[in-house]
């Protein structure tokens, strides 16, 4: 048997992510005499740069999207015990925020094709203590927002959106983050934009607003001068040369978002005929930017498993993977209620009846059984994005009876 030459004969495309624009901006922030935020240069033409793609009235640019997450549910001041409905295919930082809140994450199974929270499994979860729903944008596809806002009308809950995988998604001709209550974007190494580690929380609300940067500031105010904290905040400020390489990369945004787009789309295009091969289903009057491209595998029409099968895409040239090891869920800090010191004081204190050793998202799971997760960036071409879908094409064929 001769060894044939792989199909995907280009290396992985690599995208400088880091370059001038974020040395002059960091340049000028070595020369001020202060790199704190409060009232910086940096910080200040962030706020701006922010606001030009995601006009929201209140912002608070802080460490990591978990810390947004966190200050978000921190503003609602809801009570111990009280429930969030959060996808059980997310990650970590859409829930410790929630945790540390001492509120209690209920997990909901997701669409098939969508990944995204099930409206009806949304709505089987509600309970008298359900206060909020996490819509998470998963990959970048807009979760049904319609579905969500509904929902939120209707039983008087807060809708929080989880942007961090979503930078430049919109639902129909809406922006992400701008749809419900609040808005929360990570700037960490893996996302669209980055400064390494940092995030963004945001809010149209005056009653909310007025609280994210007391909360992300140790509850100090700012504006006043007064230093009288009255409530248990936290620290998660950014400081001004991670604003410096932020504003930088929100000048890029519409370059690096637009191209995952376009490639993506395409490669739906291109492997959406294959048996046993389902592409996300995206709405066409939505934009998904593609965090990163999942899809999933038909394993009764396929004669192979979801790791033969991304092992075959590999030794075809390209990068294929699974996604996650498991819901959120399984993990062991859920599975033991190990949240403080071995300890979980908000069902110690009979505030909640929760055991996630029961939980079980049986969509969920499947999905992480049977995707193939493709690392995914703007520095992709048509001839690439072609030779992926090439091989994608070649090894379906290989498996299927
Ligand atoms: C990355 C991510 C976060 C957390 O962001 P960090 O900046 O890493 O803290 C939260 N939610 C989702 C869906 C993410 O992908």
């Known amino acids: 048997m001769s060894i044939a030459s792989p199909i995907v004969d ?40 922010f ?26 001041k809801f009570n111990p015990g009280d429930e969030i409905l959060v996808p059980a295919i997310t990650d970590m930082g859409s829930v410790l925020g929630i945790l540390h809140q001492l509120l209690v994450p209920v997990f909901v199974d997701i669409s098939p094709r969508t990944y995204n929270a099930d409206p009806a499994s949304i709505r089987a979860a509600i309970t008298p203590k359900t206060r909020g729903i996490l819509a998470v944008h998963l990959c970048g596809n807009p979760c049904d927002m319609d579905a969500m806002m509904e929902i939120g009308r ?24 701008l749809i419900g209550d609040l808005g929360c974007y990570s700037f960490n190494d893996y ?29 100090y105010n700012r504006v006043t001068g007064i230093r009288n904290p009255d409530e248990l905040a936290y620290n998660y400020r950014m400081s001004e040369p991670l604003s410096a390489i ?7 945004h519409d370059a690096i978002v637009n191209p ?20 996300p289903e995206i709405r066409a009057e939505d934009t998904h930017t593609f965090y990163n491209y999942i899809f999933r595998l038909d394993l009764d029409t396929l004669i192979c498993t979801r790791d033969e099968f991304t092992a075959a895409l590999c030794a ?44 079980v998202c049986r969509e969920s799971e499947k999905f992480l059984q049977d995707c193939v997760h493709l690392p995914f960036n703007e520095a992709m071409t048509e001839s690439y994005i072609d030779k992926v879908a090439l091989a994608i094409r070649s090894v379906a064929q290989r498996f299927t009876r």
């Open 10 to 49: 280009e290396p992985f495309p690599l995208p400088q992510r880091w370059g001038a624009p974020e040395v002059e901006l960091l340049t000028a922030a070595m020369q001020q005499q202060s790199l704190f935020y409060w009232r910086g240069p940096q910080t200040a033409a962030l706020y701006d740069a």
């Open 51 to 76: 606001r030009s793609h995601y006009p929201l009235k209140h912002l608070f640019p802080c460490s990591s999207g978990t810390a947004s997450v966190h200050l978000a549910f921190a503003a609602m």
């Open 154 to 177: 209707e039983h008087g809950l807060i809708v929080v959106e989880d942007c961090a995988q979503a930078w430049g998604a919109r639902y129909g001709d809406q922006i992400v983050g």
């Open 191 to 219: 996302k669209h934009l980055s400064c390494g580690d940092g995030g963004m929380v945001g809010t149209n609300h005056d009653h909310i607003g007025a609280h994210l940067s007391k909360w992300g500031d140790k509850c």
């Open 246 to 252: 932020c504003t930088a990369q929100l000048g890029k």
């Open 260 to 279: 995952r787009t376009a490639m993506g789309l395409r490669l739906t295009e291109a492997i959406s005929d294959l048996p046993g091969i389902l592409p």
């Open 316 to 359: 075809e040239g390209m990068r294929a993977d699974g996604y996650l090891p498991d819901p959120v869920y399984r993990y062991d800090l859920f599975q033991n209620h190990n949240f403080f010191a071995d300890t979980w004081p908000v069902r110690d204190f009979g505030l909640t009846t929760m055991d996630y050793t029961q939980v």
